[in-house]
Each structure stands twice: as structure tokens, then as C-alpha cells.
């Protein structure tokens, strides 16, 4: 089918601006992609997978790469916090042509992964720039770059993150991303040989969790309430997450927080969600990933969202007899999906910062899994 248009601008090269490029070059449709960062970097240590990310994996052709790099499992435990014993282990459905239920990756791994695919399409990469205005014009929008060129697009794609610049210039009314009241720390760490698949512990007001990033690696992520946003020193991470896993009375996370280093890089995040009410689209542009949904981590969900975001919005342009059609389509396959990520996530970030029912925590947890391994 020939695509609703032909050439459309990406602003921003993270994990949904890189998957948009991949899928767009596959239906035929010229793609520029502006990224700020003038080094195409991306922080962070690890990212924890779930079968529909891995699904995507597969449909942008990344999936072997991810298994050569990465680390794949099936099935996430819920360990005693005092004994270490595997209470439950909850299922994490293998969803479509791939093998593991969930996994675990690096996350400048991935993004090198996705960069080396995008540089085999035939999509524009310009590093170091970004717009500056859009202008809509007859039958698209015209936009001017921080390099001060200039250029015309059919549709224009924000993929610029929670802080999206594009989202504040178009959608000047939105709400700002808030700040939940939960803190994330993550470190990476030897993977503890007595455990056989990826876990999680729960005490007090904590929630500490491990996954793979490689066949001999380990990332721990670990949970903190933390009532109002405030700045932390970076020179105290290491002392500070170790004390924080020391307050578990497990033997095994003990171990852990003794073997901190320097070298763990060990990272801090404050935790902020949005999503923004339909329609998601205005003026030739259209938002996607964190720029209009994003997420706390407690269902492994964000990247897998924005990811599925660009996936479905290339097929919708693809199949669309116009460009209106296409994105109320987009919309209407995502919004439903997106908003039980976001208010689930939020809701089990409520738990933990609460003391709640754990046993509503698992029963969100299992939902959860099971809608996001339905059909996109």
C-alpha cells in the first residue's frame, strides 16, 4: 500500500525516535531525524524486558543482536526478603517468535544496537541540531533548524522524551510531568549464582529487584520513597544505595551492597509520570513515547510503550487513505494500551510508597503482564 506521506521529520534519537526511523524506511517513506546530543549518547545502566518488548525486537529486526548482547529469561521471582526463598515466581508470557518471557539489557547496548540499524536505512541523521519553529503551510509544515536551515515535512514526529521541547510548543496547556514521590537507584553488579532467573524483594517501605544485562552481569534496581524532589550529591550514590540494601535482612542483598564500587554505576532517578488526553497529534505533528505517556519502571513498560508507539503508527500511515485517518487510528490503538501502563504503574508506585496491600501489588503485576502480551 502506498504510505498517507512521504517525507517526515523525528525529532529526538532515543529508543521510540530510532524505532519510528526503522519502521518509517521500511514503508518506503523518507525520514529526517534531528537528535540534540551531538555524540547520539544515551546514559543509564540497565533496562528490564518483558515479552512485547522483545516482540518489537523481532518486528524491527534487533531481536539476535539483543540475544548476542543481552540476557533472556522466563518467569520473575518473588524472593523472602528475610530467607531468600522463592516464594512465587510469576509467568511472563512469551509473546510471538521469540524465547524468553522477559530479559534484561544495557541500555547504551540497546541504543547502539538501534543506532547501527538506523544507519543501515536511508534515513537523514543529523546529530547536534533540532527545530527551532513550526510553521503549518498547505499540505504540511515548514520548520527551522538550530543550524539555520530550514525544511518542509508532511508530518513532524515528537519523540523527544518526558521533557519534550515539542510538546511544550504545541501543547503549551498540558500538564507538566509529576513528580510521583518514589525515587529509583540502579547499580550493576556480578549476577549471584544461586539465583536462577530474574527477582524481587519486599521490605518495610523498599522494593529491590534484579535482572540480567548479560550472561555474567546483573543490574539491581531498588525503590525509595521520597516525599518531595530534591537534589542528590553523585558523590555519595555508592555509600547511599548500599545502606539502603543493607536494610534488608537478606543475606544475599547484603552480599550485594558489600560489593558496591565505584565501578558499579550506580545512578539515581526521581520518578515522574504523564499522559496526555487524545487528541495526540496538532498541526502536522504527532507525539509519541515519553513525550505523551510517560511511565514509572514498576512494569518494565516504557520503552517497550514507545517502541510499539513508532511500530503502530508506521503501519497505521502505511494503511491510512490520508493523514488524518492514520493518526486517529494511531491514537485509538495506543491510548487504551498506554493509559493502563501508566496508571498501573502508578498505582503500584502508590502501594510501595504507602505500605499497601502486597497482594494487590502482585495482582496488578499479573494483569498487567497479561494485557501487555495481547496484540498491539
Not at 540476557?71 to 512469551?94: K, M, Q, R, W, Y
Not at 543475606?251 to 565501578?263: F, K, M, W
Amino acid at each position: 500500500m502506498t504510505p498517507c506521506v512521504e517525507k517526515v521529520l523525528v525529532v529526538g534519537g532515543g529508543f521510540s525516535g530510532m524505532t519510528a526511523a526503522i519502521e518509517l524506511d521500511r514503508a518506503g517513506i523518507q525520514v529526517d531525524l534531528v537528535e540534540t546530543d551531538p555524540h547520539w549518547r544515551t546514559d543509564g545502566a540497565g533496562i528490564s524486558l518483558h515479552g512485547a518488548t522483545l516482540r518489537v525486537f523481532r518486528q524491527i529486526g534487533i531481536y539476535d543482536e539483543f540475544l548476542e548482547s543481552g540476557g533472556g529469561a522466563n518467569g520473575f521471582d518473588i524472593i523472602h526478603p528475610v530467607s531468600d526463598e522463592t516464594l512465587f515466581t510469576l509467568p511472563t508470557p512469551v509473546v510471538g517468535d521469540v524465547a524468553f518471557g522477559n530479559g534484561g539489557v544495557m541500555r547504551p547496548v540497546l541504543a547502539n544496537i538501534l543506532r547501527q540499524r538506523v544507519r543501515e536505512t536511508a534515513t537523514n541523521v543529523r546529530l547536534g541540531v533540532t527545530f527551532t519553529k513550526v510553521t503549518p503551510v498547505e499540505g504540511g509544515a515548514q520548520v527551522e533548524f538550530s543550524d539555520g536551515t530550514s525544511g518542509f515535512y508532511d508530518l513532524i514526529i515528537g519523540a523527544d522524551g518526558v521533557n519534550s521541547a515539542l510538546r511544550s510548543a504545541l501543547w503549551p496547556e498540558a500538564d507538566a510531568p509529576a513528580y510521583v514521590g518514589q525515587g529509583v537507584w540502579r547499580a550493576v553488579v556480578d549476577w549471584p549464582q544461586e539465583l536462577e532467573r530474574p527477582g524481587m524483594w519486599a521490605f518495610e517501605d523498599l522494593k529491590v529487584g534484579i535482572n540480567f544485562v548479560s550472561p555474567t552481569k546483573g543490574y539491581i534496581f531498588l525503590t525509595e520513597p521520597r516525599p518531595t524532589l530534591e537534589h542528590l550529591d553523585p558523590t555519595g550514590f555508592v555509600e547511599y544505595l548500599r545502606a539502603l540494601l543493607k536494610r534488608f535482612p537478606s543475606a544475599l542483598l547484603n552480599r550485594i551492597a558489600d560489593s558496591l564500587t565505584e565501578d558499579s554505576q550506580v545512578l539515581y532517578r526521581p520518578l515522574f509520570a504523564l499522559l496526555l488526553p487524545k487528541p495526540w497529534s496538532r498541526q502536522r505533528c504527532v507525539l509519541i513515547g515519553d513525550a505523551v505517556h510517560a511511565t514509572t519502571p514498576h512494569l518494565a513498560a516504557g520503552a517497550c510503550a514507545a517502541m510499539e508507539d513508532a511500530v503502530v503508527l508506521a503501519e497505521e500511515l502505511s494503511a491510512a487513505k490520508d493523514l488524518a485517518a492514520g493518526l486517529e487510528a494511531y491514537e485509538n490503538r495506543r491510548f487504551g494500551r498506554c493509559e493502563m501502563i501508566v496508571n498501573n504503574s502508578r498505582r503500584l508506585c502508590d502501594i510501595e510508597t504507602s505500605g499497601g496491600d502486597r497482594a494487590e501489588h502482585s495482582r496488578i503485576m499479573q494483569t498487567s503482564m497479561g494485557a501487555l502480551a495481547e496484540a498491539i
